[in-house]
């Protein structure tokens, strides 16, 4: 079948004639495109344009890590009472969308604050770059064009839920749900790179049956956990600014209710690492739970250290990033209990139906 780049152009003259088959030299017009640049870096930067299964797979990867990152910046301006650094949504202040000195919030607090909102420019750049990509790819596949359009889409939700941050006073429960909504979105980044290095075929299981339904209790069971923790952090003093309201509950007793759901959810991983041990199942798998089974037992030394010294900011970042990486472990678990051969090439029809010989 004829490549991206080789089919005949029809109609219109596109405006990027490219000429010359993919291992020469490729240009617009005799320009060198940025995808043949000598300079690796240049041409990982632009291999949207001109992608592979591999590049596809490395913009999805770099979507899991930026979305990842801003969790923890975000945490990073909830650390530093930054939260309100910029008064208003979605100009920093009532006059200026940029940081400008300001009577009533510290410069400090405001570059952090802008400085958290301009990395989601970062987050869309890598969004965009994703559905290039998946658009681009030759032959298109639709399951990752509608995988990477759920991230820019993903981004706005996020910048307007965060005008309701800003506008609700720090609410608790709408800092709960920036991050839940972050943990959506990195799902989403997880399964476009999952998806990339499959086929479009059924799903084929790779596991036990049995196994594969544990993954996704487990999966269940560290989202209730990511829930607790933002309910413990609701409760807690890092708000964010010294006006934001808290939840009205015991705070000892949401840490106790969230570092149980932990132990649970630390016993279904060794269950599920057992049982893949004791079945047949692939290398991968057993590797992705004993993975998710060491980050779980770190964040837990994490979770507790932190507990029992009344939260230092710094520690609380780790755990942020801490629960940013249990989240993608346990979707490594879970997308590796199953995969998809390629799509069945679709029947001849009668028309073209090959000539015997
Ligand atoms: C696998 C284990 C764990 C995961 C995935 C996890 C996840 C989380 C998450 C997502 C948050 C909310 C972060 C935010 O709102 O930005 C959080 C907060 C918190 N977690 Fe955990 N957690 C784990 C284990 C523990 C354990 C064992 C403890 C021990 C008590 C603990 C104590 C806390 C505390 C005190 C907070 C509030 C921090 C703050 O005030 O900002 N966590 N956790």
């Known amino acids: 079948m004829l490549g991206f780049a080789e089919r005949p152009r029809r109609g219109l003259r596109s405006p990027f004639p490219v000429t010359g088959p993919a291992g020469q030299a490729r240009t617009i017009d005799d320009v060198k495109l940025p995808t043949d640049h000598p300079n690796p870096l240049v041409r990982r930067l632009f291999s949207f344009w001109a992608p592979t299964t591999q590049s596809m797979r490395g913009w999805a990867m770099a979507s899991v890590v930026v979305n990842a990152g801003i969790a923890v910046t975000g945490a990073g301006v909830r650390v530093t009472g930054s939260g309100l650094g910029c008064p208003t949504w979605p100009r920093c202040t009532p006059d200026s969308f940029i940081p400008v000195p300001h009577p009533e919030v510290s410069i400090f607090n405001m570059l952090i604050e802008f400085g958290n909102r301009l990395v989601t420019f970062l987050v869309l750049a890598v969004g965009a770059a994703c559905v290039i990509a998946a658009w681009r790819m030759a032959p298109r596949r639709r399951s990752l064009v509608r995988l990477a359009l759920l991230q820019p889409a993903g981004v706005v939700v ?200």
């Not at 997308?335 to 001849?348: D, I, K, Q």
Request: charged share 15%; with cysteine; hydrophobic share 55%.
């Open 158 to 357: 996020q910048a307007l839920w965060g005008g309701l941050v800003v506008n609700t006073m720090l609410n608790p429960f709408t800092v709960g749900m920036h991050f839940l909504i972050s943990a959506g979105l990195i799902a989403a980044c997880w399964m476009l790179y999952a998806r990339a290095g499959e086929g479009d075929g059924p799903v084929r299981r790779v596991a036990h049956r049995d196994i594969r339904r544990l993954g996704h209790v487990l999966l269940a069971a560290v989202f209730a956990l990511l829930v607790a923790g933002v309910v413990v952090t609701g409760t807690g003093p890092h708000s964010g600014d010294a006006m934001a309201s808290r939840f009205d509950l015991d705070i000892e007793a949401v840490a106790r209710v969230h570092a149980d759901v932990a132990y649970v959810v630390v016993g279904l991983t060794f269950a599920l690492l057992f049982a893949l041990h004791v079945s047949d199942s692939t290398r991968a798998a057993r590797r992705a739970a004993l993975a998710l089974f060491a980050v779980e037992l770190l964040q837990g030394v994490i979770g507790y250290t932190q507990y029992f010294l009344a939260v230092p900011a710094a520690l609380v970042l780790l755990h942020v990033l801490g629960s940013t990486l249990v989240w993608i472990f346990t979707l490594r678990v879970v997308t590796s209990l199953r995969t998809r051969e390629p799509a069945p090439s679709p029947a001849p029809s009668p028309t073209e139906a090959p000539a015997t010989v």
